[in-house]
């Protein structure tokens, strides 16, 4: 660098010539993933504590790189949840194959914006390729579009935006131009059990959280589709494939057909569920699906790419594009796939190298081995549970698995014992009135031996939770 420099540009710059923080990086990640797998799942009380060594004014100078990254290993590390060693079953959040973490190692070095093609012509590319495959794995319609947005919320919001501005302009608005004020009335059917980020983006949409119309599910938490309401072309019809409880997937083909003959919209939140058409064991769960118009998916959920990748999917190119399009004089389309079309934001990471790095290096035949995995490790983790005396609540047709106690007290001591284990990491939820124990299977790294550490964590907690009853039951002051 030349004389002219500032003495901040000196200092980064010499960063990068020295390569000193980058080896220090890759030696903290090396030593933290080999230990991932037999630390404690859940961060104890005292690397929690140690969390307070990163409570500090605004430095008021620039600070070493090899004192951030020591800082970040030395607290950092241990407060983490290792979701990345195979014992983690808490919510929906899986692994990362090693090809995609390192990928995004490299992607972030590029530190690129696809945007514009004329930003990153090697993101552009990937994006086109990352579209067509994912469109081809599951068996969606040719010519589909895909945005790579932050994660299945963000997708959601995107499925629905370009549904509802569909919708409108057939009614004859234009909500872009003239938007909601003064705007026909549309409707939204979902099932009783749509996940939560589907409200939010009928919220952030100004659809309403509560003008909804709730169809009813059945035991397994799956759309009724003979309950429906009659349909019209002012409707949008959400639908999902993997209830966030149970794992159950709606009806698609009875919700479809008569969406079709009244012109409705329909959207798929798939977060985890829509890679099932991926596998031919798991793809009848998924039968119809294709007649949508838009769906909703997470790399990281099932597929196991690293986070912030999700995607939106949606059967017309251009309402999507209508729906996500700005423009500028400054904004340079050129021969390429523009991203920006495609998404809420215009500057991002450039997600579609690892979502690549995931499917090449699983390819289809890897990506179905993985799904069934996941769903055999599911049932076996079921099957054990049983023997073991806990009652298992949902049909386990997916990764998903609800178990309990004999007793709701029962169930929330056990949980909590089992949290405070370490030995694994489940999370609790409400079905059918009652607190269970909510299990999802959807780390590649799970194995065998995990799911029977994690059952005889669940023996030992469940034993111990009998005694605690049992002693507060015993000190329990008597009425008078």
């Not at 030395?74 to 194959?97: E, I, K, L």
């Not at 409108?168 to 059990?193: H, K, M, S, T, Y």
């Not at 952030?204 to 072309?233: T, W």
């Not at 031996?449 to 964590?457: K, L, P």
Request: proline share 4%.
């Amino acid at each position: 660098m030349n004389d002219q420099a500032s003495p901040l540009q000196k200092q980064l710059q010499a960063q990068i010539q020295e390569r000193r923080i980058f080896d220090q990086a890759r030696a903290y990640a090396d030593a933290y993933m080999a230990e991932v797998r037999t630390r404690g799942v859940f961060p104890g009380a005292d690397a929690l504590a140690a969390l307070d060594a990163f409570d500090e004014p605004m430095p008021a100078a620039p600070a070493r790189g090899e004192q951030i990254l020591e800082l970040l290993h030395a607290h950092g590390s241990p407060a983490t949840v290792a979701q990345t060693g195979g014992r983690y079953f808490g919510f929906v959040n899986g692994g990362a194959v090693p090809a995609a973490l390192a990928a995004r190692w490299l992607a972030d070095i590029w530190d690129q914006n696809p945007a514009l093609a004329v930003m990153s012509p090697v993101v552009s590319r990937l994006e086109a390729l990352c579209e067509r495959w994912i469109v081809d794995l599951l068996e969606l319609p040719a010519g589909t579009a895909a945005g790579f947005v932050g994660g299945t919320s963000t997708a959601t919001l995107c499925g629905l935006a370009a549904g509802r501005n569909h919708q409108l302009r057939r009614l004859g608005w234009n909500v872009q131009a003239d938007g909601l004020f003064g705007a026909p009335e549309l409707r939204v059917i979902l099932g009783e059990q749509a996940h939560a980020s589907v409200f939010k983006a009928l919220g952030l949409l100004g659809l309403g959280q509560d003008r909804v119309e709730r169809v009813p599910v059945d035991d397994q938490g799956r759309m009724i589709a003979s309950a429906m309401p009659a349909l019209d072309q002012s409707c949008l019809v959400i639908a999902q494939a993997g209830n966030v409880n149970s794992g159950a997937f709606d009806p698609f083909t009875a919700i479809c057909d008569q969406a079709r003959k009244a012109r409705a919209w329909v959207h798929i939140d798939g977060a985890f569920g829509l890679w099932a058409a991926a596998s031919r064991a798991t793809r009848p769960l998924t039968s119809g699906m294709a007649a949508a118009d838009s769906w909703s998916v997470d790399g990281h959920k099932t597929l196991n790419a690293p986070y912030d990748c999700g995607v939106i999917l949606c059967r017309d190119r251009q309402a999507l594009v209508d729906a996500m399009q700005a423009s500028a004089a400054y904004l340079i389309g050129g021969q390429g796939r523009d991203g920006m079309h495609y998404t809420p934001e215009m500057s991002r990471r450039a997600r579609a190298v690892d979502l690549w790095a995931t499917l090449k290096s699983l390819g289809r035949s890897g990506i179905e081995a993985l799904i069934d995995g996941l769903c055999a490790h599911a049932r076996h983790f079921a099957h054990l549970l049983q023997a073991q005396g806990f009652r298992i609540l949902n049909e386990v047709v997916f990764n998903q698995v609800l178990a309990a106690c004999a007793t709701a007290e029962l169930t929330q001591a056990t949980l909590e014992l089992i949290q405070a284990s370490g030995e694994c990491w489940c999370g609790s939820t409400h079905w059918n009135g009652e607190p269970v124990i909510r299990i999802s299977v959807c780390s590649w790294a799970t194995s065998a031996e995990d799911i029977q550490r994690a059952v005889a964590a669940f023996v030992a907690a469940r034993e111990k939770a009998v005694s605690v009853i049992s002693e507060r039951t015993l000190n329990a002051p008597v009425k008078p």
